[in-house]
């Protein structure tokens, strides 16, 4: 049987340990069988996504001087509660040119926000050298767009 130690979780299947975050912040499961117990098990429920900003510039020029030109680092940062907030999945898509024809994203279609809440990615020449690149940022909380959703970063490539 899986039991909660703290309030910021609850166990809603006591068998497997399924559990849900109440409040953001630490929580601890414990298994027991008989008088047996497990250590604690630590889980961080992390507050509600509701925003994201870009960090610095949403523009940038590159100077291609080989066919993998990369962009300047193009970081995008997101909040819970105004605060940032870590381990959040932020999704990137090249709304231009169509297809992505020519570019990449570095390091793909999503980014993870590190432990200051930030996510740094590139976009990459990686074919024939389109004039420029649009690349959007969005981040959902239940499906649903959150605020600063998308966030748009253009690259122009210059010869």
Do not use: C
């Not at 630490?26 to 098990?41: D, F, W």
């Not at 870590?86 to 926000?113: E, K, M, N, W, Y």
């Amino acid at each position: 049987m899986w039991t909660a130690l703290d309030t910021t979780i609850r166990v809603v299947d006591s068998l497997s340990g399924a559990a849900v975050g109440v409040s953001p912040g630490p929580g601890r499961l414990v298994a027991r069988v008989g008088a047996l117990r497990s250590n604690p098990a630590v889980v961080n429920v992390l507050g509600t996504l509701d925003s994201i900003a870009a960090v610095g510039r949403t523009a940038d020029t590159v100077k291609v001087s080989k066919p993998d030109s990369v962009s300047d680092t193009l970081t995008i940062e997101a909040f819970s509660g105004g605060t940032p907030s870590a381990h959040r999945r932020i999704a990137l898509s090249i709304d231009f040119p169509a297809g992505g024809t020519g570019v990449t994203l570095v390091p793909g279609d999503s980014v993870v926000t590190g432990s200051l809440g930030t996510a740094a990615f590139f976009v990459q020449l990686t074919g024939v050298r389109p004039d420029s690149a649009v690349i959007s940022a969005t981040a959902t909380y239940q499906g649903v767009p959150v605020t600063g959703s998308p966030t748009r970063y253009v690259v122009v490539f210059l010869p």
